[in-house]
């Protein structure tokens, strides 16, 4: 009877304004930070900087409340931020995941039936435990009335000494904070609440000053020159898109499992690029990024999507351009060329990328560019992205909480995978074969990104790229013609070998393919094309 009676009680707890604050500052620190606590003690000169350091957290997240824990909306923002803390927090302690912009970006722009793969039955007890519950205690809990003006001095004297005291440890240890700040930025990304407030802020700037206006041009001198044999041929590039495949487990590089064993039977007639860099760590920026003409450095994620990309240029000079999407859109890219979505449910197998493929080419019979976006890769739900049929590493990771697998069922499972996209490559090659006649076939494969696998604790893509590791970096690139087509086109393949181990990147594709398409223009820059080299033309 007792417990019920204080359960009907209309508050728990009577407290001050600034005590309130207070508490929930401590709270929101304590108890959302373990992976920030464990890095920031890792990385600190000293156990005093670390004990001052979390005192100056304290003190700025307090700041924060006193700013925006007003009545009388204070504890609906305060609840409100509970239970978005609660959700971060389960992504981030199951995937190791950091908090920026461009995670943010990426989680925005991926759709329904990409995104519900992550989540799972457990979100639901993170969110009861570390978002419902200090919830009804804000609830319950009476924050005192105090006179408006009153209360804004106070909120303010509290601002400037809370601030004026984060100044002073600052400044008296300035050169070691300094140079902590500037050597360990991810750090932000990792706490809570701070780093989806930055994510958010940093977005909103982006969008705001977002570039608009009429299209902007960028090859408006392009034509197409037909330097390759039997000038009649038409020509035809199949780039095929990879998601999330990286270079460490393309079995075509070395790797120890033979993970590409399906395109074994073609490899002399495959350049395979052992080290290859991606733009970015995720689909939003480097998709747009691999077919844009400006390269990583000066690539700008906002501006592209009102500049002329690969597609265009290829279009403008007369090439039949067709994209097929089996992933969560095209970033923008294909925006002004035919596309199609052969699935029509919510998960499709890459296979269906290759069906009706030929007989469409054979009836247009015109030169074509034809871009295949696979969903590859795409984690944490690895298993179903193959087929039972292409389960060959065994035993294999089948849940989408990578935290409760052991490290050789997420690599097995991941390696199936790549099994996988092998399997598809190889299956479209032999259908690029009987084009041969009536085309000159070149195949193109990268992949926009690569993948943690839970080295180090991380898994998954999107880490900010300063600071990424490799496995998310490196990709897969290899490029497939037959002889036929080689000799056509005036590549001489014994030279090709001195440079597949050079370094190479997503820079390489824009300007590899005008080479391929035969399209001449000033932009083009032949030490960019990773053919170039080794083109026995005197036209191109």
Not at 107 to 115: H, P, V, Y
Not at 136 to 156: A, D, F, H, M, Q
Not at 425 to 434: G, K, M, S, V
Not at 509 to 538: K, M, N
Request: with cysteine; hydrophobic share 40%.
């Amino acid at each position: 009877m007792r417990s019920d009676n204080i359960l009907k009680q209309k508050y728990w707890f009577s407290v001050s304004p600034f005590r309130f604050n207070l508490i929930y500052a401590a709270a929101m620190l304590l108890i959302y930070n373990p992976l920030f606590f464990r890095k920031f003690y890792e990385v600190s000169p000293s156990a005093m900087f670390f004990v001052g350091g979390l005192f100056c957290m304290l003190l700025l997240l307090n700041v924060a409340a006193n700013i925006l824990l007003f009545r009388p909306i204070a504890k609906c923002v305060a609840i409100l931020l509970l239970l978005i803390n609660a959700a971060v927090y389960y992504f981030m302690i199951t995937y190791n995941i950091s908090i920026d912009k461009v995670m943010l970006l990426n989680l925005l722009e991926t759709d329904w039936n990409e995104a519900k793969e992550t989540f799972s039955y457990s979100i639901l007890a993170y969110v009861a435990f570390l978002g419902i519950l200090p919830s009804i205690l804000v609830y319950k809990t009476e924050i005192l009335s105090r006179n408006w003006v009153s209360e804004l001095c106070r909120r303010s004297l509290t601002i400037v000494l809370s601030l004026m005291l984060v100044a002073g440890l600052v400044f008296a240890n300035f050169k070691t904070t300094a140079q902590f700040m500037r050597n360990n930025k991810p750090l932000k990304y990792l706490l809570i609440p701070v780093n989806y407030f930055g994510a958010v802020i940093s977005l909103t700037k982006i969008k705001l000053t977002e570039v608009k206006g009429p299209l902007e041009v960028v090859a408006d001198d392009a034509f197409m020159i037909r330097y390759w044999d039997n000038p009649s041929k038409k020509n035809l590039l199949v780039i095929v898109v990879g998601e999330t495949a990286r270079a460490q487990n393309w079995g075509l590089n070395g790797y120890e499992v033979d993970t590409t064993a399906p395109l074994n039977q073609y490899k002399n007639e495959i350049f395979n690029f052992t080290d290859v860099k991606a733009c970015g760590t995720s689909t939003e920026i480097s998709l747009p990024c691999m077919f844009a003409l400006e390269g990583q450095h000066d690539f700008n994620r906002w501006k592209a999507k009102r500049r002329e990309n690969l597609l265009d240029v290829a279009k403008a000079v007369g090439y039949e351009v067709l994209w097929r999407n089996n992933n969560s859109g095209c970033k923008g890219v294909c925006d002004r060329v035919e596309t199609e979505t052969p699935c029509k449910t919510s998960n499709c197998h890459d296979e269906i990328l290759n069906e009706n493929l030929i007989s469409r080419l054979m009836n247009t019979h015109e030169d074509s560019l034809v871009v295949l976006h696979q969903k590859g890769s795409h984690g944490p739900t690895y298993y179903l992205r193959y087929p039972q049929s292409a389960e060959i590493y065994k035993p294999a990771c089948k849940t989408e909480r990578l935290d409760k697998c052991s490290d050789e069922e997420i690599v097995n499972v991941y390696n199936n995978t790549i099994y996988y996209t092998a399997q598809n490559l190889a299956n479209l090659i032999e259908q690029l074969r009987t084009l041969s006649d009536i085309y000159n076939v070149t195949m193109i494969y990268m992949s926009d990104h690569g993948e943690s696998l839970g080295e180090n604790g991380i898994y998954l893509h999107a880490a900010p790229y300063r600071f990424a590791p490799e496995g998310q970096v490196k990709v897969p690139f290899m490029i497939w013609m037959d002889n036929q087509t080689a000799e056509n086109l005036k590549i001489n393949r014994a030279c090709m070998a001195k440079y597949l181990n050079k370094p190479h990147s997503h820079d390489n594709l824009f300007h590899t393919a005008l080479g391929i398409l035969g399209v001449s223009t000033a932009v083009y820059q032949p030490d960019l094309d990773v053919l170039a080299l080794c083109r026995e033309s005197e036209k191109f």
